[in-house]
């Protein structure tokens, strides 16, 4: 019995952590998170390092010639094409798949609408193939880019071909699978974040609402030449709401357009140029008055345009003075630029 007492009674040592003790504030909460992330970020590395070195030892050990042999001559190792979004050019907006590829890559072919963020992930050690294309002017054909491609994965190299915004949203994936498959290479399609999935967020508005629009139509404004508009009566719909791509210069016929198929004088437009980055512009107005505000105020590419009662939104949170909170990325790993 006196000894249980004693356990029971025992008093506490002096080296053992007292519930009375103070812990230092940098011991917990925010402080430990961002020590987890950064961690984890560095483990994240380290095991694609190791991945990588892995698949190439293996690969080198599957193709390389045998005794048994009878030509003595290594087979090729086939490399594969990843067909990734980069997003609309913020870096926190690359998804973390995306990222890997990157990461993974022996090289990259990119597209002038790739943000420099997201340039500053890829290694230093990865080998860059540059295809930017702007209005009137092709760096590289596009027959060409799907040729690189090919060459480049019959070297056995893993290639990312990195598209701004979505792969498969007016990127030409189509086109460049095509060429893939009928050279027998491997792909795989990684999306990213559409410009207009930007846009509006940026703005601190939804693309579709009950109230406003029930359907999304995303549309190239290239359609809107001469002898080549899109069908306006179509398109000109109160409950949808409308996103042109590649469209500045064409503002002034789909203004006409809409407003001739029926949309009012006063149906809302609104522009956004370098959506999600920190140089980005906007400007909201009407159907009626949006050409003569790009007039006096000229927003530069990529720029989107939005038609439809959900741009009213805008207006009503600017009147509100309401602010889209951005998360801090400061001192996560992931943002950073690394090289491997």
Known sequence: MRTLLSVIQRKPSPFEPQASVERPPWSGGVFMQRRLMKLAASVARQALRLEKRFEGHLHRGLSGSTSGEADGASRPVQGRVYL????????????????????????????????????????????????????????????????????LARQGRRVVRLKGGDPGVF????????????AGVSSEIVPGITAASSAC??????LTDRSHAQTLRLITAQQCREGGEPDWTALAREDETLVFYMGLNKLEAIC???????????????????????????????????PEQ???????????????????????????????????????????????
């Open 171 to 182: 990127g030409r994936m189509g086109e460049e699978l095509a060429a893939l498959d009928d």
């Open 294 to 340: 790009l007039r006096d105020n000229p927003l530069p590419s990529p720029c989107l345009i939005i038609v439809g009662s959900i741009v009213s939104m805008a207006h009503q949170r600017r009147a509100m003075d309401l602010r889209v909170v951005d998360i801090d990325t400061e001192d996560h790993d992931l943002f950073k630029a690394k090289s491997a």
């Open 84 to 151: 990734v979004g980069a997003g609309s050019g913020a870096g926190d907006l690359l998804t973390l798949k995306a990222w890997r590829c990157l990461q993974r890559a022996d090289a990259v072919v990119y597209d002038r609408l790739v943000g420099d963020e997201v340039l500053a992930m890829i290694p230093a050690h990865v080998e860059r193939h540059y295809v930017g294309k702007a209005r009137g002017h092709h760096s590289v054909a596009q027959e060409e880019i799907g040729q690189r491609l090919v060459s």
């Open 201 to 206: 967020a940026a703005m601190g508005i939804p």
């Open 256 to 290: 006409r357009g809409l407003r001739g198929a029926g949309l009012a004088d006063e149906w809302p437009v609104m522009l956004v140029a370098n959506a999600s980055l920190a140089e980005q512009q906007s400007l909201v107005g009407t159907l009626a008055d949006m």
